[in-house]
C-alpha cells in the first residue's frame, strides 16, 4: 500500500471553529489531492497540488484553503467550520498527475455540530 | 450537465451473473480514463485504467468509446467480493481527475 496517512481520522468540532486536517506521504509524489465525498455526489476535488507551494482550487473549494510547505505534507483547514462542510475528506496522492494512478488516504470523517 | 455521469444502481445480481455499467463524459478533450473500486466506508482503490483498444483483467473488461463518449466496465462471473461501489474517473482540466457518484454493486449468493 502507498505510504499515504491522514490525521485525524475522526474529529467532531463545533460549528465557527478552525479545523486542519493532515495528509502525510512518504511516496515523494508531486502531486496532492483533496476530495470530500458525500451521498450523491461522489467525490469532488477541493484543492490540490502540483509541488511545493503550488496549490490551485477544485470545484468546491470556498470555505477552505491549503498549504504546502514541503513535499510530503499537505494540510486542509476549515476556516470557520460549518454544518455544511460535515463530510468524509479523502486525501490522494500521485506521481505525474492525471495519467497516473491516484492513491487515497483512509479519510477523515468530519462532523460540525 | 455533470462532467462525468454514472448511474447510481444499485444492481443487484446473483453469483456467476455478467454485469455491465456505463459512464458518460462530457470533456471530449478527456485522455485519461479509469475505474476505481470503493468499498463500504473504505478509501477508492484504481480497479483498472481504461485504454483506447479495450483492456482485459481477469473478469474484468474495460472499454472506451470516443466518438460516444462514454466508458463501460463488465464483469464476468460475479463474486460475493465483487459487492462494491464502482466509480468512473475521467481527467479534468490539467492535473485534475474529476469523478462519477459511483455505482453500486450487489451480488447475491
Known amino acids: 500500500d502507498a505510504g499515504i496517512t491522514q490525521s485525524p481520522r475522526h474529529k467532531v468540532t463545533e460549528t465557527g471553529t478552525p479545523v486542519t486536517l493532515r495528509c502525510h506521504q512518504t511516496?515523494?509524489?508531486?502531486?496532492m489531492y483533496w476530495y470530500r465525498q458525500d451521498p450523491g455526489h461522489g467525490l469532488r476535488l477541493i484543492h490540490y497540488?502540483?509541488?511545493?507551494?503550488?496549490?490551485d482550487k477544485g470545484e468546491v473549494s470556498d470555505g477552505y484553503s491549503v498549504s504546502r510547505s514541503k513535499t510530503e505534507d499537505f494540510l486542509l483547514t476549515l476556516e470557520s467550520a460549518t454544518s455544511s462542510q460535515t463530510s468524509v475528506y479523502f486525501c490522494?496522492?500521485?506521481?505525474?498527475?492525471?495519467?497516473?494512478?491516484?492513491?487515497f488516504g483512509q479519510g477523515t470523517r468530519l462532523t460540525v455540530v | 450537465r455533470k462532467e462525468v455521469e454514472q448511474d447510481p444502481g444499485p444492481f443487484n445480481v446473483p453469483e456467476g451473473a455478467t454485469v455491465a455499467f456505463n459512464c458518460t463524459y462530457s470533456?471530449?478533450?478527456?485522455?485519461?480514463f479509469f475505474w476505481y473500486r470503493q468499498d463500504c466506508r473504505k478509501e477508492p482503490k484504481l480497479l483498472m485504467s481504461?485504454?483506447?483498444s479495450g483492456n482485459e483483467d481477469g473478469r474484468f473488461t474495460a472499454q472506451l468509446n470516443r466518438a460516444s463518449q462514454y466508458i463501460s466496465l463488465l464483469i464476468r462471473d460475479s463474486k460475493l467480493s465483487d459487492s462494491a461501489t464502482y466509480l468512473c474517473?475521467?481527467?479534468?482540466?490539467?492535473?485534475?481527475?474529476?469523478f462519477g457518484t459511483g455505482t453500486r454493486l450487489q451480488v447475491f449468493p
Open positions: 511516496e515523494n509524489h508531486r502531486y
Open positions: 490522494a496522492i500521485s506521481d505525474r498527475g492525471i495519467s497516473t494512478e491516484a492513491f
Open positions: 474517473v475521467v481527467e479534468g482540466d490539467t492535473d485534475k481527475l474529476i
Open positions: 497540488s502540483y509541488g511545493v507551494k503550488d496549490t
Open positions: 481504461v485504454y483506447s
Open positions: 470533456n471530449s478533450a478527456s485522455q485519461s
